[in-house]
Each structure stands twice: as C-alpha cells, then as structure tokens.
C-alpha cells in the first residue's frame, strides 16, 4: 500500500513537471530587454530599444539563449571586438523546471565564469508571451552599473 501511494506521489509531481515543461517548450523571440540598477532604481534598455534573440527551449531539456542588442555592426578593431561583448548574452545547457523557475545547468556560455553554475530564473508565462526577471548580480556586460537585474520579454514564435 505505501509504496502505491508513493508511486502515485511520484507520478502526480511527474505529470505537473511535464506540463510545466511543455509550456515553456518552443522557440521564443526576444521583445525587450531592460536593465535596473539596484542602487538608483534607474531602467534602462541596455540592448537599445529593439534587440535581437531568440532561446528555445527543446523536450529534451536542453535550452540555449542568443541575445543581442540593438545596431550590432561588424568590429574592425580590437577594441571594437571587445565591445561587442557588451551587446551579447549566449549560453546553453540543461534546464528544469521548479515551480515559477527554470535552472539552467549552464554548459558553454559567451562569458566563461557562467560555466559549470546554475544560473535561476523566475519566470511568468501567459498564453504566448514569457516575461523573465533575473536576480540582482553583477552582470559582467555592464559591471560598472552595480548589482542589476535583467527584465526581459519574449514572444513564443520564430
């Protein structure tokens, strides 16, 4: 008897994640993306005010994100090249889902120091509109801003 209601425990937690993920499954395209400064309160659209990207998020519980600001143009210099870097957030991974959150186990990502962490995102999903907010960090595309957190708005669609 215990280990039916156990089984049946499992399987209903089971279910509920695989719906959870099922929401989330698919290409989502990149509408805005804001930053606030924790000190000031102050937003700004860091990435200009219509970037780039897309993350999708696939069954099999791999996701991968390629965002990028607004103007991008192609670098001539070294210091151009390196500017760039500011304007980029690319990472992949696994994910899960618990509750309002995704983890992602983050595999290769544009800055390095993200390898081998999980990086946690709360997120709210209404029909096909997925707005994220990240926690409050020290983003290494903007560092002399402070601690920031990211808002960041996506479209489910190609």
């Excluded at 989502?28 to 804001?34: F, P």
């Excluded at 924790?38 to 991968?64: C, D, H, I, W």
């Excluded at 544009?110 to 029909?127: A, C, D, S, V, Y």
């Amino acid at each position: 008897m215990f280990k039916s209601i156990v089984f049946a425990f499992m399987a209903c937690l089971f279910v509920q994640q695989s719906c959870a993920d099922e929401n989330i499954v698919g290409t989502w395209k990149l509408v805005s993306y804001v930053v606030e400064v924790q000190s000031t309160g102050e937003k700004m659209p860091v990435m200009g005010q219509k970037p780039t990207g897309y993350t999708a998020f696939l069954p099999n519980g791999r996701v991968f994100f390629v965002l990028t600001g607004e103007g991008r143009q192609p670098a001539k210099t070294d210091a151009e090249k390196a500017s760039l870097l500011s304007t980029l957030v690319a990472y992949s991974g696994t994910y899960r889902i618990e509750g309002d959150k995704w983890i992602t186990k983050v595999e290769v990502a544009w800055n390095p120091e993200w390898i081998g962490t999980e990086q946690t995102r709360p997120f709210k999903l209404e029909g096909d509109k997925l707005q994220v907010l990240t926690p409050w960090r020290m983003m290494p595309n903007w560092a002399d801003k402070g601690m920031t957190r990211s808002i960041i708005a996506f479209e489910r669609g190609m």
